[in-house]
């Protein structure tokens, strides 16, 4: 399976350039690894049709989800922001949603583990407002679970459900428990 724009799809590529316009390290392994959950979205759809899901707004969106990470501080996969690393969703969906991309800034902001709630920002005292950010529609859901699988600091490797769903159990066994689900559901 490939990526390929379709003439009804928005052009992500050149919301890409606009905020990535250098050929570097950042750009490479952004473009590379939401490919990679891109890909895996596309399988699930071909995989799935009973689950109607948008293929091309899967794509799109998968290809932005992490469109903030520019932002932030994780030099280990070259970002060389200032911001927490927990901003990068909440962050890339004020971007898109500046590009007047509602849907695709719902994505951005919902995908950062299995979702964040409110209540785990206070437990947690995330860096974010208090507001639940947890996948709500299909296509939300399925790139949330499918990007769980890739990681930018090792973007050769490809966890399979287990060792996904054991990558989640330090924000504890309520996003295990949803990710398992999904599986059953996606897999």
């Known amino acids: 399976m490939t990526l390929s724009p379709t003439t009804n799809m928005m052009n992500y590529e050149a919301i890409i350039d606009k905020y990535y316009p250098e050929d570097d390290a950042l750009r490479r392994l952004l473009i590379t ?8 979205c596309l399988a699930i759809a071909d995989r799935h049709p009973e ?14 989800h992490d469109i903030g990470i520019r932002w932030c ?10 911001e927490p690393y927990i901003r990068h969703g909440l962050i890339g969906g004020e971007v898109l949603r500046q590009e007047g991309l509602l849907r695709h800034a719902r994505v951005c902001e919902r995908h950062t583990g299995t ?8 437990r947690q005292q995330l860096p974010l407002p208090l507001h639940d950010y ?18 930018k600091s090792r973007p050769e490797r490809i966890l399979n459900v287990q060792q996904a769903a054991r990558s989640l159990s330090k924000f504890g066994p309520e996003g295990v428990e949803k990710f398992l689900n999904w599986s059953k559901k996606f897999e």
Do not use: N, W
Request: aromatic share 8%.
């Open 115 to 122: 979702g964040i709630t409110r209540e785990q920002i206070v």
């Open 73 to 82: 501080h994780a030099p280990t996969i070259f970002c060389e922001g200032t």
């Open 134 to 151: 947890i996948p709500e529609t299909m296509e939300e859901q399925v790139v949330c679970y499918a990007d769980k699988f890739y990681s």
């Open 33 to 40: 690894h939401s490919q990679q959950v891109a890909l895996r």
């Open 51 to 64: 689950l109607s899901l948008d293929t091309s707004f899967l794509q799109e969106a998968a290809m932005l």
